[in-house]
């Protein structure tokens, strides 16, 4: 597709159970960013993968919170056992990897994922 | 990390020109500045990038002084569709992990008519 595709939009889901949280990067970008966002907030960074391997997991928040790209292209980000405080919009972004060229910081954002766990 | 401070808001009206600094004292040798718009309930958007002096495109015009302290953003003759969350990161354009996306507070504008 022409962009960063998320999916699903919108997703409603009860304490305790277990989300997947869906990324389409743009074709040919093998850097893969995940971040998360509460209301009014800034944008907490999760997760970066390039190509299919994750260099930096610091950001995930706990061991509930899982990630794993397949074929340097989709991304899942898991969280199990939802808690009320992994309510936020959960934000993917792509761009282009290391060497690809010199504006290669210029990421593209999916919509994201509006989670609300209730 | 690179750290980066800019103003928490900032208010202004139509047709005026709107500069938002920031402040990047670490910034390194290798990093490149750059600067995203966010408008509520959708993800980040890239403006502008730059690595010294000046950068203009058809949206805005960065500036950046010699010693690569700080930059400023500059909107001209804002509308109220410029209304929106802007944020200042520093990183290393050879580097696409998240030195070189992470994201601080941001500022958050507010135009009026």
């Known amino acids: 597709g022409a962009g960063v595709s998320q999916s699903p939009s919108n997703k409603v889901t009860e304490k305790g159970k277990d989300v997947e949280l869906r990324c389409d990067p743009i074709?040919?970008?093998?850097?893969l960013y995940w971040y998360r966002q509460s209301l009014g907030q800034g944008l907490e960074f999760l997760i970066y993968?390039?190509?299919?391997?994750?260099?930096?997991k610091s950001g995930l928040p706990s061991d509930r919170f899982s990630a794993e790209r397949t074929g340097g292209s989709v991304s899942t980000l898991t969280i199990q056992r939802t808690q009320q405080e992994d309510s936020a919009v959960y934000l993917c972004?792509?761009?282009?990897?290391?060497?690809?060229?010199?504006?290669?910081?210029?990421?593209?954002f999916g919509q994201g994922t509006r989670l609300t766990v209730v | 990390l690179a750290k980066t401070t800019q103003p928490i808001s900032m208010d202004s009206y139509e047709g005026q020109e709107v500069n938002i600094t920031c402040s990047h004292n670490n910034i390194a040798t290798n990093d490149y500045i750059t600067w995203y718009q966010q408008f509520p309930s959708q993800g980040p958007r890239f403006i502008i990038q730059g690595y010294k002096t000046k950068v203009t495109n058809e949206v805005a015009s960065l500036f950046i002084p010699a010693d690569r302290k700080s930059s400023t953003l500059s909107l001209p003759r804002v509308s109220l569709s410029d209304t929106a969350v802007y944020y200042c990161?520093?990183?290393?354009?050879?580097?696409?992990?998240?030195?070189?996306?992470?994201f601080g507070s941001g500022t958050r504008l507010q135009v009026q008519p």
């Open positions: 990161l520093v990183g290393d354009s050879g580097d696409t992990g998240r030195r070189a996306l992470t």
């Open positions: 993968f390039q190509g299919n391997s994750a260099p930096d």
């Open positions: 972004a792509s761009s282009l990897g290391k060497g690809q060229g010199l504006h290669n910081t210029e990421a593209f």
């Open positions: 074709s040919g970008h093998t850097a």
